[in-house]
């Protein structure tokens, strides 16, 4: 971008400015000096209607100010008409600035009033300085306020050379106007560089402010970088040897491409200006007055952006970032489809390979591919790894919703293409049936074909294998029943739940007619519930307490009917039954409990219920605890005890 603007620089058109306007004001004192020595009928072909009175051979007049020599003019021969007009032949008028440069313009003919001060210049004027400036056009007609022709101009000025189809230079206002086509090219100071052209209906040169206007068609180029509008402006300091900005409107179309032609960047937009540090410009700003400014960034993959102002930065005139501001939208054409919208957003630029490297979002950020939607306040894309940080602001947390699972934390780090998202800090996630993602539904321990809800201190989710892990403080609920664990594993769609760490277990789906009012509640230190097998497998330090019954053991299943309601449970190894009331104690190596038929029967070598009416022991022991009856269930083994029954 840097090199497309430095066009903008062009020192030539002031240089030249400053140099017809000396000629003139040099030849508008200038008085032709007559040789009278010489007194003979005088002929003239340069006008041929009019009457000459004297001729001067060997003309030369020399001006002065305060004693230095300010100008020189030669001329071959001088003829003076009765009109008023005089004509010169072969002249040279050479010009002394105080600066220590010199001006040199040569003519086969030329023409001057006294009286009216117009001058024509004709048959090939050159005009040339000591500070490399040369330019030649076939006439030049000053009418005493105005230069003017009609007729094509070339110049060289330093590095620059070019040519206009006309120009028109007014002396009072200090303004030059090269129009009909400027076309100007610039040799660049190192040869391995490419040159830079600019082409223009017109330009006009304002020496007193210092700024240089180009309007219709204007066009610059440098290799295969350029911009395009219909109005520019160039700001130079007071010795125009500086740029110290520049500005445009009207359908621009700015395109960089960097070296190696990578990383094509394309601006359109209606107004734009620029930023200058250290002699050279150091960024573009785009600003869209009837549309958004509209920025393309080649990829892979390729990016498209709209935005109230496009700012372009650069950097050893290479583009280091882009920012976007006023109602962002960005969006990502690749394979698949990703749109962005903020208040705010700047790419970053690797400048050795000419491609994004990352983005910073801040305000109102909402994301969007087919599979994943996103929102933030403020937001960091790494876009090489792919992968999006989205942070809290007091007041809102961002929210990541992939595959229908929706996720709300603190922090969230999602990567869209490896289909992983992983939340820190007062996570909240909802988990809902999805072919494409973890769900919880319709299992064992969450019955109800409706969302699961789960607070941890932090999540992972993995969206190729159908995989959520909660760790941290894990709170998993739908409706009343609810899990509480140190870490909380979903597999599939539901196809197993596991959890570990102080796991905890409020259920409410118990087979029966009646819809419990207390729900079952269960401890141990490991779960694992298993959607097709209908059971859910509880182990270490196991505790389950329905209503009055309290049981423990090493091991329990839980068993579940069509309708995922518990069916009975088996628990193992030193297993502690107690009923409150009847104050009733069972002990054994194995317990099975049939919740729909209040049922008990407890196993072990012997097994032993302790009660108010004494101690029953037997391999097998029946509580029916809706009659309250104790049976030894042993028909093949030894039974001993002193149980009475009720």
Known sequence: MQRTIRILRVALPIAFFGFILLIVLSWNRARVQKDRSITQPVTSTQRPTDKPQIESKAFEDTQTIAGRIAARIRAKRVVAFQSGWNTLEDVQLTIYRPTGLTYELICPQAQFNSESK????????????SDNIEMTTAEIHFDGNRLTNHIPVQFRIDRWTGNAGALDL?????????????????????PSDAPLN???????????????????????????????????????????????????????????????????????????WSEVAGGQISAINAAGEQVPAHAIVEGPPKRDMVARTIRVGLTNK??????????????????????????????????????????????NFHYKDPRNQASAVR??????????????????????????????????????????????????????????????????VFPASKPVFVNSDMVTLRQANKLATFTGHVRAWQETNTLFADEMQVQGM????????????????TA????????????SDHLAAHKNERRIDLAGNVKIDDETRHLTAEKATFYFDANRKVERIEAETRVVLLEQPPGRKGTGEKATYLVTRHLIFVNGSPATVTGPNGTVSGDQIAIDVTRNKVEIMSPTSATKGTYKSQ
């Open 118 to 129: 117009e001058a024509d210049a004709k048959g090939g004027v050159k005009v040339t300085s």
């Open 170 to 190: 007014d002396v009072q206002a200090e303004q030059l106007r090269l129009y009909d086509k400027v076309d100007a090219t610039m040799r660049p100071e190192d």
């Open 198 to 272: 600019l082409k223009a209906l017109e330009g006009v040169f304002h020496r007193k402010e210092n700024n240089v206007t180009f309007t219709t068609n204007v066009l610059m180029t440098r290799a295969t970088d350029r911009l395009v509008s219909d109005h520019v402006i160039a700001h130079f300091t007071a010795d125009r040897k500086s740029l110290v900005g520049v500005e445009g409107d009207g359908h621009v179309t700015i395109t960089t491409v960097d070296e190696g032609d990578t990383g094509k960047k394309e601006i359109t937009c209606d107004r734009f």
């Open 318 to 363: 290479q583009v280091s970032d882009l920012r976007a501001e006023g109602d962002v939208v960005m969006k990502e054409l690749g394979p698949i489809a990703r749109e962005m919208t903020a208040d705010k957003l700047t790419v970053f630029f690797d400048p050795r390979l000419h491609r994004a490297t990352n983005a910073a979002v801040e305000g």
């Open 379 to 444: 937001a960091n894309y790494d876009i090489i790894n792919d992968h999006i940080v989205l942070t809290a602001t007091p007041g809102f947390d961002p929210t990541v919703t992939s595959d229908g699972q929706t996720l709300k934390a603190k922090l969230i780090e999602f990567s869209p293409k490896a289909g992983t998202a992983k939340a820190t800090s007062e996570v909240i996630a909802q988990l809902v049936s999805k072919q494409a993602g973890p769900a919880a539904d319709s299992t064992t």
């Open 494 to 509: 539901g196809d197993q739940i596991t959890a570990r760490g102080n796991v905890r277990t409020f259920l409410y789906n």
């Open 512 to 523: 029966g007619t009646e819809q419990r009012k207390t729900p079952m509640l269960t401890r």
